[in-house]
């Protein structure tokens, strides 16, 4: 059967990640869906690189989509207030950004200006993240929670705020805080909003489980929770405390750890408010996952929920355990970061170059005057048969090996060494492709697939763009964006530009979990074939290091306007001056360094000085130029 868009639609998978937000279109390329006032639009992310090829921009680049994060926004308060309202819930919700999840100031000012209409508040667990925070949100009905070691600046930074109208809520993290947040909140004569972070027993799954459980970082256990009430009563500012917060980790994959969770905090919840603090906010942390992989199940890569049974759980929780306790139901916040952002940004790279270690293609015979076990490895070939697939193996293995340590002695030349590889690698890819079509395969035979993946070269580094690919071996789609109405017929490993063993991305999402290639097309030397990694908006532009100095990429932010695409926003990635700096390098002392080395050069008579002049000036371009491979 002929190759369709339906078929690629199945390959990578984008129907079981895209939430709604991509797909291909009869022209085989990937495409966003960008709405403006009620309609749909669907842009193609090819056309979107060509437009900023022409505007100058060079891969690698990192596309925003203000819609897909407003979208994200919209459906995660929808979705409460709707459940909100099945229930009969008497409190309301009112969602927090965690600004660590991706400080950037484009997302923060979006989230902050879109997010009004429902209230949507920030969280900071820093200094300079409460101080952006402090100067884009003044909704006053929003709440901004303030998480993480707090010092003295910290505190009177916040206590002044709540002074102006908003509504800033100090967590107490560790016991020591709550000492020093009385003593500054006398000191300024500003009585504080308080909430209190609790250690919970109950431990859920996914790759971040330790954020939960008797040993988890942060909170406070039992204990310390009552001397802390104890404190505040002594003080009197039990009034002040407000606010109960827990977290169980980030992607939380299990629908049901999420609920046996909850039951705890509402437990505890109660309980602070029998004890007569007017507790009004109950925030249940972040933890709403992303269906990375399109599995919809409790793998961590996964969640086997939707957004509207972890809304309706929430409440049904929060609101039977308040019920039988006669305690008001508390205005219900969640921390979720990587729900809302992480669609919002695309990483979009080009393909450098390629290794190609399968070869379909016959190849030339041996000379007649070639080594004898180079004839013998091509006579191999024409007896390769699904009868005896191991044989033929061994017996290319055998050959191959020979030729090798003939050459070590100095009995084979590189010519013949370089055909015999050749040969070998078209019976491994013949052999293999017996082997896809048969029921039994030997376990030898099952191994050569992997060692028939192509290295495709692409420009741009896991460690600065992809970090928790390298890190903690995240799974994020992956897919060509374009020539997907024909059947890609290679398989690759992606390898970055950093020359390290583990810059590579070497699992991939396919629809029986994962697999160690990604299915590409056959790319010519100077062809341009690009591919895209989606679902990046979440902590990967923030984390990224400076591994062999390559810096942060390029951004575009794309939008619609009148129904055509837009290029609202571009920053330029990192120059080489830029990188330098961050390592303590002075790019103008650099300059005068090489400067005075090439001045040593023409005193030797190694260059003139108009040779001088050409080579400084390259120098400069140099520095000024982007840390990625330019065409």
Known sequence: MSWTVDDARDLYGVKRWGNEYFDINADGDAVV?????????????????????????????????????????????????????????????RGVYPIKVNQQQQIIEEITSFGEQYHYGLEAGSKPELIAALAYMHDKEAYLVCNGYKDDEFVDLALMANQMGM???????????????????????????????????????????????????????????????????EADMLDCLKLFHYHQGSQLPNIRSIRESATEAVRVFVSLAQEGAPMEILDMGGGLAIDYDGSHTNASSSCNYSLSEYTTNLIEVVKMHCDEAGVSHPTLVTESGRAVSAYYSVLVFNILDTTRFACPEEPEAPSADAHDMVQNLWQTRLNINERDLQGCFNDAMFYRDQVRELFRHGLVTLRERASAETIYWHICTRIAAHADQMDEVPEDVQSLQANLIDFYYANFSVFQSLPDAWAIDQLFPIMPIH????????????????????????RFIDGEGTSPYLNVHDRQPGEEYNIGVFLVGAYQETLGDLHNLLGD?????????????????????DTVADVLSYVEYDPKDLEKRFRHFAEEAVTEGLISAKQRKEILNAYRVGLSGYTYYEG
């Open 553 to 573: 990429p390029h951004v575009a932010s794309i939008g619609i306007k009148n129904g055509k695409v837009t290029y609202n926003h571009e920053l330029e990635g």
């Open 483 to 506: 020539k997907l109405g024909q059947k890609p017929t290679n398989r690759a490993i992606l390898a970055d530009i950093t020359c390290d063993c583990d810059g590579k991305i070497d």
């Open 167 to 233: 509504r800033v809520i100090l967590v107490l993290e560790m016991p020591g805080e709550l000492p020093a947040i009385i003593a500054r909140s006398k000191a300024l004569g500003i009585r504080p909003e308080l909430g209190i972070r609790f250690r919970l027993s109950t431990k859920s799954e996914g790759h971040w489980a330790e954020s939960g459980g008797d040993r988890s970082v942060f909170g406070l256990n039992s204990p310390q929770l009552i001397d802390a009430v104890e404190i505040l009563k």
């Open 33 to 93: 869906l960008l709405e403006e006032d009620g309609a749909v639009h669907e842009v193609s992310l090819q056309k979107i690189v060509e437009g900023l090829r022409e505007r100058g921009s060079e891969m690698p680049v990192i596309l925003r989509f203000k819609s897909l994060l407003d979208g994200q926004i919209r459906r995660l308060n929808e979705a409460f207030n709707q459940a909100i309202e099945e229930a009969n819930y008497a409190g309301n919700y």
